[in-house]
């Protein structure tokens, strides 16, 4: 009988968790893939998510009343859940513990593992990393006893892999968890990274691109501002926003609240830039997309944004809400449109030496290999 490795998707609908089922079948062929949803798990456990509620409100009830929380950020991260979601996972999978070669969990809010079973994370946060962007507010973080709960995720994991490496020292610095049990070991791209013919006149067409749900925490308003003064030097500039449609009085801008995925690319081949200034960003695939599509990056120096960017390099990083050092940048980008060429030809190289997903599933058995010898 084959050997097994259960697979945890702690968010099973995320288009990251879809890519990953995708490569540990393509590339661990070895042995069957045990798949276990959390979120179809809990939906036979009414009763928990009712319990669980009460215990929402007692940690984060007065915060969600006064709207300084929203519900739907903090229902799952309450000590209660935490200790019912461990339960469960063990309930389904500890009578075939010995099926399994190892554990690997997507995602890190709760902790998986299995006594005596080699056990992987791959994640891109995790909660204290919220600590290292400016200005964040230590009251946004969860409760205090999840926190001490969510040490036992890293200690207990044989190996956390990591997409970014601010991720890798926060759960180094804030959880006390060894620099052997963690490695950064980046992710690939969910589009296929081949070279791509631009539509942006050869970059001379002064099209800034950004493309974010969250306008404000991804910065749009900082970009606006920038892109007025941007105006007063380069009158035929154009902003192009994806994913918000507001409401500005802007000239030479164009405004879609919702692109197809399938349907991004076409935006991306008729920039010339990509900007997306964010105030706090656990990943950002965006940005290997439009590196994937050789675009010059504008953006800020936080999270995992310096992974994908080295300055003067590929393009330009400056500091959250730094509105004169971002204008800077883009008029130094869309006054130069060689300059836009060579730093998107860098970004281009760097999604395919790095941001690959054999590169990544390579360094990911490197690791798991030494766990099983």
Same mark, same amino acid.
Request: charged share 20%; proline share 6%; glycine share 4%.
């Given at each position: ?7 945890? %998707? ?10 990953? +089922?995708?490569?540990?079948? $393509? ?16 939906? !036979? ?12 409100? #007692? ?12 519900? #739907? ?64 507010? #230590? #009251?946004?973080? =969860? ?24 991720? +890798? ?8 968890? &060894? ?25 001379? $067409? ?33 902003? +192009? ?11 030479? =801008? ?37 590196? !994937? ?5 504008? &953006? ?27 204008? !800077? ?5 869309? !006054? $130069? ?9 860098? &970004?281009?190289? *760097?999604?395919?030496? *790095?941001?690959?997903?054999? &590169? ?6 490197? %690791?798991?290999?030494?766990?099983? $010898?």
């Amino acid at each position: 009988m084959r050997k097994k490795i259960a697979f945890i %998707r702690i968010w099973s609908a995320h288009a990251f968790s879809k890519a990953t +089922t995708r490569i540990l079948e $393509n590339y661990f062929t070895d042995f069957d893939l045990d798949v276990i949803e959390v979120p179809r798990l809990l939906r !036979s456990y009414p009763l928990v998510l009712l319990i669980n509620f009460l215990h929402v409100m #007692r940690f984060y009830g007065l915060d969600i009343i006064r709207r300084k929380k929203r519900l #739907r950020d903090y229902f799952f991260a309450t000590p209660y859940m935490f200790k019912r979601v461990r339960e469960i996972l063990q309930k389904r999978l500890l009578p075939h513990k010995q099926d399994y070669i190892f554990t690997f969990q997507l995602f890190s809010l709760y902790d998986a593992s299995l006594p005596g079973i080699p056990h992987f994370i791959y994640t891109d946060h995790c909660a204290l990393a919220n600590l290292e962007y400016p200005g964040f507010d #230590r #009251r946004q973080l =969860y409760c205090q006893p999840f926190i001490e709960l969510e040490k036992q995720v890293y200690q207990n994991a044989t190996c956390t892999f990591t997409l970014s490496n601010h991720v +890798t020292r926060a759960i180094i610095q804030h959880y006390g968890v &060894s620099p052997e049990q963690v490695t950064c070991v980046y992710t690939g791209s969910n589009a296929p990274v081949e070279a791509v013919e631009l539509n942006n006149n050869r970059y001379q $067409n002064k099209n800034i691109l950004f493309v974010g749900f969250d306008w404000e925490r991804k910065g749009g308003p900082q970009l606006v501002e920038a892109f007025k003064t941007l105006l007063r030097v380069h009158p035929d500039a154009h902003l +192009t926003i994806i994913g918000h449609s507001p409401s500005l009085n802007l000239p030479n =801008y164009t405004a879609i609240p919702y692109v197809p995925t399938n349907d991004l690319p076409e935006y991306y081949r008729k920039a010339s830039v990509f900007c997306m200034p964010t105030r706090l960003e656990p990943f950002g695939g965006v940005f290997v997309e439009a590196m !994937s599509h050789s675009l010059p990056i504008v &953006s800020t120096n936080i999270g995992a944004l310096p992974d994908f960017v080295t300055n003067g390099e590929n393009g330009y990083l400056v500091a959250p809400d730094d509105i004169n050092g971002l204008t !800077s940048a883009l008029v130094k980008l869309v !006054s $130069n449109p060689e300059l836009c060429r060579n730093f998107g030809q860098a &970004s281009y190289q *760097r999604v395919r030496d *790095r941001y690959n997903w054999e &590169s990544v599933i390579n360094r990911m058995k490197d %690791r798991i290999q030494q766990s099983l $010898n």
